[in-house]
């Protein structure tokens, strides 16, 4: 079955450490996306990206930094810089940038400090 | 800039009930608007779409339909089970790409 896998489900963080969180899909998408879900909110757009090798800022992407080396593959990594980063990380991906493709979400990550 | 609203919640609903979520949206053009679900612990899995005006978006016997005079994509389902119990989250995506802008969710509680 085609899907976005993200792993871990669950991360622990340490005062100082960067973390990486890992995001692989299947569905032949050219876009990926990850968001950040703050207890009883909405989801907030930290980076995207269109095609392999390219990626651009979203809403909130201070403290956050991301690579597209592969098709398949969008890793987040939650830098020391981040001071607030207990969240849930969801990762998306879509066919491509147009308005009528959703949105294919994996089941998440959460991460919290130590 | 994009902006939609949901109604706040939680919403509690014995089965079998009706349900409504308003949702509410400001955009420029005419965007996409989308209804996503989320169960506990778990991410966001498309319930329904609705492309232009008028349009009207289905699945699992929720509807909602894009109504751009009133710029409204409201949520309804005729009988609840216990089974709809999650967070219901409306979004739109507008002409310049495929950026999802996200209402801050609404729960619904459905009891037996």
């Known amino acids: 079955d085609g899907g976005i896998t993200q792993s871990p489900k669950y991360l622990f963080r340490k005062e100082g450490q960067n973390v990486t969180l890992s995001c692989e899909q299947n569905l032949n998408h050219d876009a990926m996306y990850w968001y950040r879900q703050d207890p009883g909110q909405g989801l907030r757009l930290i980076y995207y990206s269109q095609i392999v090798n390219d990626f651009q800022k979203g809403d909130i992407a201070e403290g956050y930094s991301v690579s597209r080396e592969k098709k398949e593959s969008f890793p987040l990594t939650v830098t020391s810089a981040q001071k607030n980063p207990t969240a849930f990380y969801l990762c998306?991906?879509?066919?491509?940038?147009?308005?009528?493709?959703?949105?294919?979400f994996g089941d998440g990550t959460r991460l919290s400090i130590l | 800039g994009n902006s939609v609203t949901q109604m706040e919640g939680p919403v509690t609903l014995s089965e079998e009930a009706f349900l409504t979520i308003n949702c509410t949206y400001t955009?420029?053009?005419?965007?996409?608007l989308f209804w996503y679900v989320q169960y506990p612990g778990e991410g966001l899995q498309l319930l329904l779409k609705?492309?232009?005006?008028?349009d009207k978006g289905s699945n699992k016997g929720f509807e909602a339909t894009y109504r751009k005079e009133t710029t409204s994509f409201h949520l309804e389902k005729g009988s609840v089970q216990v089974s709809d119990s999650a967070v219901y989250f409306c979004a739109l995506s507008d002409n310049a790409g495929n950026m999802l802008t996200f209402g801050g969710g609404t729960r619904l509680m459905v009891k037996p």
């Open positions: 998306a991906s879509s066919m491509r940038v147009i308005s009528n493709q959703p949105q294919h």
């Open positions: 955009a420029t053009g005419y965007p996409s």
């Open positions: 609705a492309t232009k005006a008028d």
